[in-house]
């Protein structure tokens, strides 16, 4: 299982329409895509955010080859448009994170 990680903090004066945005269009876009298992979003608390507000948005997947494909097709229009509509309101980052089997 592969799990894409999108950590953003987004200013207090677009807070609520961001989450909005993000649970109504933006999240389900990206599960439109059906290269995704589900997602799960995270209002970050500790460490507290100097400014503004951080979440982490989870999507999963099975393989590196279904997120390249997302990453390839995908991402760059769905990150436009993030980019557009939230200009200067938003730092955000992406980790990818495999999970591993845990010895016993």
């Known amino acids: 299982m592969i799990l894409y990680n999108v950590t953003v903090n987004i200013d207090d004066s677009v807070h609520d329409e961001w989450l909005e945005w993000m649970t109504t269009k933006h999240i389900p ?7 995704f298992e589900g997602n799960k979003i995270y209002k970050i608390e500790e460490p507290e955010a100097e400014e503004g507000k951080s979440y982490s948005i989870q999507y999963f997947c099975r393989s590196m080859d279904e997120y390249s ?12 448009e993030h980019e557009k509509k939230y200009a200067g309101k938003f730092f955000a980052f992406r980790s990818i ?5 845990r010895a016993e």
């Not at 876009?29 to 290269?35: E, F, K, M, S, Y």
């Not at 494909?69 to 990150?79: C, G, S």
């Not at 994170?97 to 089997?101: A, G, K, P, S």
């Open 29 to 35: 876009d990206v599960l439109a895509t059906g290269l």
């Open 69 to 80: 494909k997302y990453r390839n097709e995908f991402a760059p229009a769905l990150q436009a």
């Open 97 to 101: 994170l495999r999970e591993i089997e």
